[in-house]
């Protein structure tokens, strides 16, 4: 299974873009404290969009707390990785993968990094930015993960217009 992990995150509206997408793609949400905002902050609901009672999420106290109550596969990103996300191989849908994200101002602490080079990878990008919006990297690399996996357990049809929506749609 796959899990966001998003280390003391400090911006609602970007937490909230990732809400939706957790929700979109099935995927659990896990936030380490301390959170720069409320959970039910309105910012927070606003960009989550009406999905939010549908997040499957937890909130940890610190990163200790987190680590003790979810073994797996951590994956961690900063800009100073030095393999692609593309590079691990993410089939196996019978192992827990936590995808870690760091704070918005200064990334995951590199005591935390430093303990697993291995899995500490970068979006690769110009040298133009520093680094991309954390909602974005999230999606990214979830659906890279996704993708390796075939999707498993999402639509390719849109489900509440139909599958021939397109086809019997008239132009005006």
Known sequence: MNHIVLFEPEIPQNTGNIMRTCVATGTKLHLIKPLGFQVDDAHLKRSGVNYIDQLDYEVYENFQDFQEKNPGEYYYFTRYGHKPHTSFDYHDTSKNLYFI??????????????????????????????????????AIVLYEALRQQNYEGLLFEEPHKGADFLEKVEES
């Open 101 to 138: 994200f760091g704070k918005e101002s200064t990334g995951i602490p590199k005591s935390i990094l430093q303990k697993d080079l291995e899995h500490c990878m970068r979006i690769p990008m110009t040298d133009k930015v520093r680094a991309l919006n954390v909602s974005n990297s999230v």
